[in-house]
């Protein structure tokens, strides 16, 4: 079981970029995902969230300017990012709730992380 980001580059203030993630593996269903970030020197923080049903929550520091969205038969979850400014350059990290065929419980899994550049 894992989750592959995808994604990340470097980019001029003001632009946008859009990454991917996928699940994969023996996974029977997917729950809850989220995008995580983590800036040099600092602790990685929840950026955005989004349920099964698509539902979503952003952090204020992204509100207006993020979309998080999901395809649940592709087990893909996607952040849109417009208008980056460079505090928002970080490696961002997918993360999602899985329950695995065969068990009984879902249990959290991470992604590998895609940096993200936003510089002139």
């Known amino acids: 079981v894992q989750l592959q980001a995808s994604g990340g580059g470097l980019v001029q203030p003001g632009e946008s970029l859009r990454l991917s993630c996928v699940a994969s593996?023996?996974?029977?269903?997917?729950?809850?995902m989220n995008w995580f970030r983590q800036a040099p020197g600092k602790q990685r923080k929840l950026v955005a969230t989004?349920?099964?049903?698509?539902?979503?929550d952003l952090a204020d520091s992204v509100k207006g300017r993020f979309t998080i969205s999901r395809d649940n038969a592709k087990k893909m979850v996607y952040l849109q990012m417009n208008s980056l400014k460079p505090e928002d350059t970080a490696v961002y990290y997918c993360n999602a709730d899985l329950l695995l065929y065969g068990s009984r419980n879902s249990r959290y899994y991470w992604g590998q992380g895609t940096l993200v550049t936003v510089s002139s």
């Open positions: 593996g023996s996974i029977y269903r997917v729950n809850i």
């Open positions: 989004i349920t099964r049903g698509s539902a979503t």
